[in-house]
Each structure stands twice: as C-alpha cells, then as structure tokens.
C-alpha cells in the first residue's frame, strides 16, 4: 500500500474518532449511530494493521 492511502486511513480514523466524542457528548447520543461509526472505525484500525 502507498503512504497516501495510509494516511487517508489515518485521517479516516481520526474523523471518526471525532464524530464519536461529539455524538458521545449529546444530551441523548444515537447508540445506533455510535455503534456504526465504532465499527466502522475498528475496520479502519484492522486495515491499518495489516500495512
């Protein structure tokens, strides 16, 4: 893999990472939500390792 296509992944996770801690700050967070975005960044986190 490119050094690009690795740092697309980091920002990635990064991006999510934030949309977690700001949907985890609502007064009601969206578990639904939460749980798609934790998912989706685990993949990210899997593909990383496997660079």
């Known amino acids: 893999m490119s050094d690009s ?3 697309a ?3 990635k996770h ?3 990472d934030a949309r977690i801690a ?3 700050r609502r ?3 969206d ?3 939460m ?3 934790k998912k989706q960044k685990l993949k990210i986190k899997e593909a990383l390792a496997r660079l």
Do not use: I
């Open 22 to 24: 700001s949907e985890s």
């Open 27 to 29: 007064p009601r967070p």
């Open 35 to 37: 749980h798609m975005l």
């Open 5 to 7: 296509h690795s740092a």
């Open 9 to 11: 992944l980091v920002a």
């Open 31 to 33: 578990e639904v939500l």
């Open 14 to 16: 990064a991006s999510l």
